[in-house]
């Protein structure tokens, strides 16, 4: 692993052990360590500011192929920091009679919207905002004395964080009921045979593992065409019928199929040698579905 490392958090100035989250990189992946460990990495909107930012460089960056977020010391995220007390969860309108948007949500849109692969590389335990924070990732590997806490009810709360809409695309509809409605601990064995999780691994070999996970996800593929492949699975996701994907997936080739990429791939092909892929992610990608308003 290389040991470049940004300590600096851009929305506050603080930078080595005190920045709430900590860039590294591992060749091309970088890697987002959750740096509160004396809290158990419990959740700020300056976290969440910084992780969004981090997200931002690493979709400019080509350099770039893959995230892997994970926790520093024994917790991955305990979730919201309910320093605050019991006003924690009082928000201000920002505007009369506008409902505040929920902030762990916008953190879960981002990590959806990413241009580049997801996983997570969760170490131990998490809950709230620290389960579903996980929940846009493209796999989340989880250690062995991971443990998912679902506990929204027991604080008065309801899931958020787009976990509604993701919670039970992963696991099925009954088992995000039972496991909502119920408040419940999830163990990493229990997360694993419901599908939340894609591999349960030693302490000491989790982020290692979600590393060698992100690399297998982009080596040897082409950047853009990861990047649109992803959105596509994701979007189509949530699609009423098979004709958004006919739309979406006829846009994505005619584009494709005009850009470099193509041309390189199928020579390479014919050729019997390895593509060397040109086409960028930060300048070349094209927009295949309806640009987003409002929120």
């Not at 929204?152 to 009954?174: D, H, Q």
């Not at 596509?232 to 005009?258: K, V």
């Amino acid at each position: 692993m290389t040991t470049e490392s940004d300590h600096r958090d851009p929305t506050s100035g603080e930078t080595g052990a005190e920045a709430p989250i900590i860039v590294t990189r591992d060749d091309e992946i970088t890697i987002i360590t959750l740096n509160r460990p004396d809290r158990l990495n419990a959740f700020t909107s300056q976290m969440g500011d910084q992780l969004m930012a981090t997200l931002d460089d690493t979709d400019a960056d080509d350099s770039v192929r893959a995230v892997v977020i994970t926790g520093a010391g024994r917790a991955f995220c305990a979730g919201a920091d309910l320093g605050a007390g019991a006003s924690t969860f009082e928000l201000t309108e920002e505007a009369a009679g506008e409902v505040p948007r929920d902030y762990g949500g916008r953190v879960s849109l981002r990590i959806f919207e990413s241009l580049k692969p997801v996983v997570m590389a969760v170490n131990g335990p998490s809950a709230g905002v620290g389960v579903t924070m996980t929940l846009p990732a493209d796999a989340r590997i989880a250690s062995e004395n991971a443990r998912f806490g679902f506990v929204f009810a027991k604080r008065g709360l309801v899931p958020e964080a787009c976990s509604t809409w993701f919670l039970p695309r992963l696991v099925g509809l009954p088992t995000a009921l039972q496991w909502t409605l119920g408040a419940q601990m999830v163990s990493a064995a229990e997360a694993l045979d419901a599908g939340l999780v894609q591999q349960v691994v030693a302490p000491e070999e989790v982020v290692d593992t979600a590393i060698a996970v992100a690399r297998s996800m982009t080596a040897g593929s082409a950047p853009v065409s990861v990047a649109l492949t992803r959105q596509l699975l994701w979007r189509m996701a949530g699609a009423p019928s098979p004709w958004d994907a006919h739309r979406a997936d006829s846009t994505a080739i005619y584009a494709r199929g005009r850009m470099a990429d193509v041309h390189e791939g199928v020579m390479s092909f014919l050729e019997k040698r390895d593509p060397v892929f040109t086409d960028s992610v930060a300048t070349d990608l094209p927009d295949i579905f309806d640009t987003p308003t409002g929120w």
